[in-house]
């Protein structure tokens, strides 16, 4: 599963609609202080379902809303889409393999209401999570390696530092399941 793009709309600065393409070769992303490169990180892992302010490096998740600035009020909505190319259609449930691309999308309305979506369609958290397992892309997982990320890995403890290799060994989603399978 490779990252195609994202279209951010009123998630923390990004006030006006964002879209950044990932063409092929696009690992990184740079730029002055303060300019919004870990607010882009934020997105990523906020569309795949990060349900921790405090892992967006704020204090309720209304926070991820553009708050306004010195010129412009804020904002009642903050829209998140990311697309991915489908490029591995057998590892993805069943309902999602015949697409050449997924688009997972999260809002969410300063009145509390929030909503998920799969090719625009609504969606569950749950939906979201499943297409992702074992793929390397999950909210917590590794494809993402954000500021201070390598120092936590190397000083990780030895149980946290193993989820991590059995992320990308592809182990994580049968032990999912299993774990599903023995709650039943
Ligand atoms: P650094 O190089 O220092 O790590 P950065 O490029 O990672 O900087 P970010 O942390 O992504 O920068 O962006 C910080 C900016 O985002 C700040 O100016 C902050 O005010 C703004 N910001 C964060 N949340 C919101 C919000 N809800 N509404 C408006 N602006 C926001
Ligand atoms: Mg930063």
Same mark, same amino acid.
């Given at each position: ?10 998630? #923390? ?5 964002? &879209? @950044?393409?990932?063409?092929? +070769? &696009?690992?990184? $992303?740079?730029? !002055?202080? +303060? ?14 379902? /990060? ?12 926070? &991820? ?7 412009? !009020? %804020?904002?009642?909505?903050? /829209? ?8 591995? !259609?057998?590892? =993805? !449930? %069943? ?9 997972? +999308?999260?809002? =969410? ?7 998920? =979506? &799969? ?6 958290? =749950? ?9 390397? $892309? ?5 494809? *993402? @390696?954000?500021?201070?990320?390598? +120092?936590? @890995? ?9 989820? *991590? ?9 049968? #032990? ?5 399978? /023995?709650?039943?």
């Amino acid at each position: 599963m490779r990252i195609r793009r994202l279209d951010i709309v009123g998630f #923390k600065s990004f006030m006006d609609k964002t &879209v @950044i393409a990932f063409d092929d +070769g &696009v690992t990184g $992303v740079v730029g !002055p202080n +303060g300019c919004g490169k870990s607010n882009v990180a934020d997105s990523i892992r906020w569309v795949l379902g /990060e349900q921790s302010a405090r892992h967006l490096r704020g204090r309720s998740m209304e926070d &991820v809303i553009f708050n306004g600035s010195e010129s412009k !009020p %804020p904002l009642s909505m903050a /829209e998140v889409m990311l697309t991915f190319v489908n490029d591995r !259609p057998s590892e =993805l !449930p %069943p309902q999602y393999q015949g697409f050449g691309e997924i688009t997972v +999308g999260r809002r =969410l309305f300063r009145t509390g209401e929030s909503e998920y =979506l &799969v090719n625009g369609v609504q969606a569950r958290l =749950l939906d979201v999570n499943d297409i992702f397992f074992g793929s390397g $892309v999950g909210r917590t997982a590794y494809s *993402i @390696i954000e500021q201070g990320r390598i +120092g936590q @890995i190397v000083s990780a403890r030895p149980e946290d530092r193993r989820a *991590i290799i059995e992320e990308a060994a592809g182990i994580t989603k049968y #032990k999912k399941r299993r774990e599903a399978a /023995e709650r039943k």
